[in-house]
């Protein structure tokens, strides 16, 4: 049976408008992810993590690493709140001290250790971008290789507090792997790299906030999806509303190295976020998106 050439036309078109689809990923359904909560901030207003918060709704913002299972290897996606962080922070102002401070603080390898896990067990630690907050424990990790792009590693070497805290990556014993995203496109983003070459695992340039910033898109076999965003934006209506932090809050502690380009990342997840509802976007901080996912050491 043919269809009549006055319809092909017309199915053509409603083909192309059906959303596009990921390649099935052969992970086999062994694919398994945490959220580890390393510690949390003392407090503060909505209105100081996103542009037009409120001035009455309290956040308490969550540092947090992921512990990912794949078959060909487990990743920590990054470190959170280290062993060494009260030294570390003796680099800050007594400002900073004070903006930053932090609570209930559970390093990642302390509640490994709990499940009988070690640095061993890892194949790599990739963290999103090299901020303190998220790379407080890489030393923690011994001879993990760390992912990270030329770009984000020069940055956090040039770098200074409170941004970037440079003796939490001066051991010398640290394996360094330096990754370099491919030019194919992956849902807007125009550079790319498949971790494990099967669609599970997708790593984008998100630069912005960093020179270097990655997010992690994850692909689960069930079918659910997953974006981890870094800091492009702090919290989940940063996203939803397409409105990244308040610029005075940029102007007092300079949280993007390039203000405009991350504003341009927020506006492709903000869209990516309108065309694919169901997809889960995970703002590394946001305390209420993080608590709702599977917490270490609880897996989905």
């Given at each position: 049976?043919?269809?009549?050439?006055?319809?092909?036309?017309?199915?053509?078109?409603?083909?192309?408008?059906?959303?596009?689809?990921?390649?099935?990923?052969?992970?086999?359904?062994?694919?398994?992810?945490?959220?580890?909560?390393?510690?949390?901030?003392?407090?503060?207003?909505?209105?100081?993590?996103?542009?037009?918060?409120?001035?009455?709704?309290?956040?308490?913002?969550?540092?947090?690493?992921?512990?990912?299972?794949?078959?060909?290897?487990?990743?920590?996606?990054?470190?959170?709140?280290?062993?060494?962080?009260?030294?570390?922070?003796?680099?800050?102002?007594?400002?900073?001290?004070?903006?930053?401070?932090?609570?209930?603080?559970?390093?990642?390898?302390?509640?490994?250790?709990?499940?009988?896990?070690?640095?061993?067990?890892?194949?790599?630690?990739?963290?999103?971008?090299?901020?303190?907050?998220?790379?407080?424990?890489?030393?923690?990790?011994?001879?993990?290789?760390?992912w990270v792009t030329p770009d984000e590693h020069a940055e956090s070497e040039h770098g200074s507090p409170p941004a970037f805290i440079k003796s939490q990556y001066d051991d010398t014993a640290l394996i360094w792997k330096h990754i370099t995203l491919q030019p194919r496109e992956y849902e807007g983003f125009e550079y790319s790299l498949?971790?494990?070459?099967?669609?599970?695992?997708?790593?984008?340039?998100?630069?912005?906030?960093?020179?270097?910033?990655?997010?992690?898109?994850?692909?689960?076999?069930?079918?659910?999806?997953?974006?981890?965003?870094?800091?492009?934006?702090?919290?989940?209506?940063?996203?939803?509303?397409?409105?990244?932090?308040?610029?005075?809050?940029?102007?007092?502690?300079?949280?993007?190295?390039?203000?405009?380009?991350?504003?341009?990342?927020?506006?492709?997840?903000?869209?990516?976020?309108?065309?694919?509802?169901?997809?889960?976007?995970?703002?590394?901080?946001?305390?209420?998106?993080?608590?709702?996912?599977?917490?270490?050491?609880?897996?989905?």
């Amino acid at each position: 049976m043919h269809l009549r050439p006055t319809l092909a036309p017309i199915i053509a078109l409603l083909i192309s408008l059906i959303p596009p689809h990921l390649p099935a990923s052969e992970t086999n359904g062994k694919l398994a992810f945490s959220v580890i909560i390393t510690g949390e901030s003392s407090g503060s207003l909505e209105a100081m993590t996103v542009d037009g918060g409120s001035w009455f709704t309290p956040r308490k913002l969550v540092h947090t690493a992921a512990l990912i299972r794949h078959p060909k290897g487990t990743i920590l996606w990054d470190s959170g709140l280290g062993t060494a962080l009260d030294e570390q922070m003796d680099a800050f102002s007594w400002w900073e001290k004070r903006l930053f401070q932090v609570e209930n603080v559970q390093p990642a390898i302390t509640q490994l250790a709990s499940e009988g896990l070690s640095p061993n067990d890892l194949f790599a630690l990739i963290p999103s971008h090299m901020h303190w907050d998220h790379v407080s424990a890489l030393e923690d990790f011994p001879g993990v290789p760390i992912w990270v792009t030329p770009d984000e590693h020069a940055e956090s070497e040039h770098g200074s507090p409170p941004a970037f805290i440079k003796s939490q990556y001066d051991d010398t014993a640290l394996i360094w792997k330096h990754i370099t995203l491919q030019p194919r496109e992956y849902e807007g983003f125009e550079y790319s790299l498949d971790i494990f070459n099967d669609g599970s695992l997708i790593l984008v340039d998100l630069s912005g906030h960093t020179h270097g910033q990655l997010g992690l898109f994850l692909n689960h076999p069930s079918g659910q999806r997953y974006f981890f965003i870094g800091d492009t934006a702090w919290t989940a209506k940063g996203v939803t509303s397409n409105r990244g932090r308040p610029a005075f809050v940029d102007w007092l502690v300079g949280v993007d190295s390039d203000y405009e380009k991350n504003a341009a990342q927020l506006d492709k997840i903000h869209q990516l976020h309108r065309q694919y509802p169901e997809l889960i976007i995970v703002p590394a901080h946001d305390e209420l998106v993080n608590r709702s996912l599977a917490v270490f050491p609880e897996f989905y």
